[in-house]
């Protein structure tokens, strides 16, 4: 227990103003690599009997969207993202900044989106084979969730029509 305390990161609320790629960056490492310490953490906050019911509902929501499928791709499209924009990302949120340098690693980004685009079947593959993996990991089911129907009310003497969503990709 004491080996994963000094693992264990602090998670805090970024404010609605003070947001930076930085922060988002973090937000969607720490979910990742804490993804069952979060999980944990959300189940303990989400026991009525313990805290407001402000903080059970919030609580709940987190941890059912959390343990979502497609909450997982989108996490783990994120972080790709972030780790070719990251570098020249932080380098012009910084206080000295190099332009030659920036104008180097936004050349190499437009190079990885360029190449990723080019390939972009085979990266979708790579990650849905990832989220799956990661799903098994932890125990979620690996399928996105079903559309709900639509249906949509008509004038009496009128058949209702159903029109349903699909997700494609997989």
């Known amino acids: 227990a004491q080996e994963n305390e000094r693992y264990v ?13 930085r922060s988002v960056e973090d937000g969607v490492c720490v979910v990742l690599n804490r993804y069952e310490s979060v999980i944990t953490a959300l189940d303990e906050l989400s026991v009525a009997s313990v805290n407001d019911a402000t903080t ?11 343990q979502s499928f497609d909450v997982i791709v989108t996490l783990l499209m994120l972080q790709n993202i972030f780790k070719k924009t990251g570098p020249v990302s932080r380098l012009l949120q910084g206080v000295a900044c190099d332009y030659g340098v920036a104008v180097s690693l936004l050349e190499d980004c437009v190079k990885k989106f360029n190449k990723m685009r080019d390939n972009a079947d085979n990266c979708w593959i790579k990650l849905i084979n990832k989220a799956r993996h990661f799903a098994k990991e932890h125990e979620l089911e690996p399928t996105f969730p079903a559309k709900r129907q639509k249906r949509t009310k008509l004038m009496p003497n009128c058949s209702r029509r159903t029109t349903t969503g699909s997700r494609t990709g997989i």
């Open 9 to 21: 990161k602090t998670l805090k609320r970024v404010s609605e103003t003070t947001r930076s790629w």
């Open 56 to 66: 059970v509902s919030s609580a709940d929501g987190l941890l059912h969207r959390l």
